[in-house]
């Protein structure tokens, strides 16, 4: 069969999974791709468990952003299975060369903070900064407060700006509310993420807000901080406000 691809005897197919995706918008592209055979039906498919581990009960950001090509008769979940194991290895090498006194105990926690670094900024050459400001935050006894992780607790609820309210709301992953990491990670990660967060910019800064550029600026104090906020909310930051709370315009801070 190798043989034979390699020959172009066989026809090949790809797919590409998108960092930033979450497993439902996987699910969806193996759903649509042609000459698959689907096994898996949704997010709750019993044959999602297979990729469970010790201490680990979602498959959510488990599989590796990338291309991959398949030929017809092999299955969505043998796809699935080809990612993850790639992740793994990367994520294993990416651990074993981490920066020293990282408020991490495993890289299954690793993996959680970059797939929230992912989903914070697109601007790559912004992430180590970003991981710098959430390990501070850590370190300092202080809750993550991520729009993003508030975002994926909500699921089908989120309309396209949060509230107070939602802001407020106990969900495991709404950050605003709980301590530390939330439970899974939110989204497929780039390199980028993880090279971030395991090996993360050294600065003082604990808030940060975007900015006309589609970046953001970053503040030490919440004095600062609010400045800043204050200067986007007034549109001299030419971007749109996604939240009521902007990281860290509310009284929790």
Known sequence: MLGDLVAGR???YQITFVEGWTLERC??????????????????????????QPGINSAEGLFDANTFRYVRGDTD??????????????????WNHRSQD????SAYEALILASIVEKETGIAEERSR???VFYNRLKSGMRLQSDPTTIYGLGDRYTGRLTREQLREETPYN?????????TPIALVSDSALTAVLNPEIHGYFYFVS?????????R????????????????IDSAPQTDAINGDISER
């Open 102 to 105: 990282l408020p991490l105990n």
């Open 27 to 52: 699910l969806e592209a193996l759903a649509a791709s042609p000459g698959l055979i689907k096994t898996l039906n949704g997010i709750d498919d019993p044959g999602l468990i297979a990729f469970h």
């Open 77 to 94: 979940l043998d796809l699935l299975q080809r990612a993850q194991k790639q992740l793994a290895e990367k994520l294993a090498d990416y």
């Open 175 to 183: 950050t605003y509310r709980i301590e530390g990491l939330p439970p």
């Open 10 to 12: 066989v026809k090949s």
């Open 130 to 132: 970003i991981a710098g």
């Open 221 to 236: 104090t919440l004095e600062e901080h609010n400045a800043a906020v204050a200067i986007y909310r007034a549109g001299l």
């Open 211 to 219: 900015n006309s550029n589609g970046g953001h600026v970053f503040s």
